[in-house]
Nanobody, 118 residues
Framework: QVQLVESGGGLVQAGGSLRLSCAAS????????MAWFRQAPGKEREFVAG????????DYADSVKGRFTISRDNAKMTVYLQMNSLKPEYTAVYSC???????????WGQGTQVTVSS
């Protein structure tokens, strides 16, 4: 089992950048694939980016390709989401999630609010 805590959200102007962090606690971290999701008001939660346990296998939603970068530091048990060239439509609560191989994402953080002003 793993516990997740996000940080780094805030208010930023369009075109700006933010880096989100998700700190994990538990016995192990490397076996977990990690991902970022977001949920905007009135919308369903959507996948943003994911990364495999070793740091490979990165995947991004089409809407953020070229703007966002997901990475992980297994020694620090932390996953990051670098967000550049932010748009107002990226305003949402961003949550990180963890999944063991072959399983769905069932471990979730509480989320961090990202607000992009125009």
């Amino acid at each position: 089992q793993v516990q997740l805590v996000e940080s780094g959200g805030g208010l930023v102007q369009a075109g700006g950048s933010l880096r989100l962090s998700c700190a994990a606690s538990g016995r192990t971290f490397t076996p977990y694939a990690m991902a970022w999701f977001r949920q905007a008001p009135g919308k369903e939660r959507e996948f943003v980016a994911g990364v495999g346990g070793s740091g490979g296998g990165r995947d991004y939603a089409d809407s953020v390709k070229g703007r966002f970068t997901i990475s992980r530091d297994n020694a620090k048990m932390t996953v990051y989401l670098q967000m550049n060239s932010l748009k107002p439509e990226y305003t949402a609560v961003y949550s990180c999630a963890a999944a063991r191989l072959g399983e769905s994402y069932k471990y979730w953080g509480q989320g961090t609010q990202v607000t992009v002003s125009s």
